[in-house]
């Protein structure tokens, strides 16, 4: 598992630069204007984004021949988008705080709960996008995964736009304690792996 997870993150790191540069610029944008997509762009970028370059590249056909079980060629790529999800939560909180140090901008102090928030809607993405992609590949599941990650990006935009800015999105669930829905939404993402194991099976050995 570790030498996949080590192929995953060279083939992000070179393939990938560009994208992965502008997450990191998302998540530093002063006043966490667009950290929701920070969250959603790191997702897809760590696990979508390293299906479709597998698919291009025919790994599949290679993978076949090698000592890894479907299972662990699927549950990579759900390490790599979590990977993905701390990471852009790591950036949005430093960079945060680093202009709160600076004097740019305040620190709120309900910033942490939000981006635990958006790790969760993250999460839930990714429940959905990677047993598409791992059933119909890339090329024939993109349809769901752009529509799906428009239509969170579209409420989300949307929750911004009132008086209290992104911060709309936590009246919704102010009364469910942070690690509650966190590892709801944890939980969720990790029972779709099985799922995703079925569908990726039927599509590379049909």
């Given at each position: 598992m570790k030498a996949l997870i080590?192929?995953?993150?060279?083939?992000?790191l070179t393939?990938?630069?560009?994208?992965?540069?502008v997450m990191v610029i998302f998540s530093a944008i002063p006043g966490g204007l667009l950290m929701p997509f920070t969250f959603l762009y790191a997702m897809m970028l760590t696990s979508v984004s390293l299906v479709s370059a597998d698919e291009q590249s025919q790994w599949d056909s290679l993978a076949l021949m090698l000592p890894y079980s479907r299972g662990q060629l699927v549950t990579v790529k759900y390490i790599m988008g979590w990977l993905g999800i701390i990471a852009a939560l790591a950036l949005s909180l430093a960079s945060q705080a680093l202009y709160a140090v600076a004097g740019i901008s305040e620190l709120d102090s309900r910033l942490p709960a939000l981006l635990c928030l958006y790790?969760?809607?993250?999460?839930?993405?990714?429940?959905?996008m990677l047993p598409v992609n791992f059933r119909f590949g890339y090329a024939r599941g993109r349809?769901?995964?752009i529509l799906f990650a428009g239509i969170i990006g579209g409420a989300v935009g949307a929750s911004m736009g009132d008086g209290d800015g992104f911060y709309?999105?936590?009246?919704?669930?102010s009364r469910i304690p942070i690690p509650v829905y966190l590892l709801l939404a944890a939980a969720i993402c990790a029972a779709t792996i099985p799922?995703?194991?079925?569908?990726?099976?039927k599509r590379v050995e049909k």
């Open positions: 080590r192929k995953d993150i060279y083939m992000m393939q990938f630069r560009v994208l992965f540069l790790a969760a809607i993250a999460l839930v993405m990714q429940a959905v349809i769901v995964t709309t999105l936590l009246k919704v669930t799922l995703s194991t079925a569908g990726y099976k």
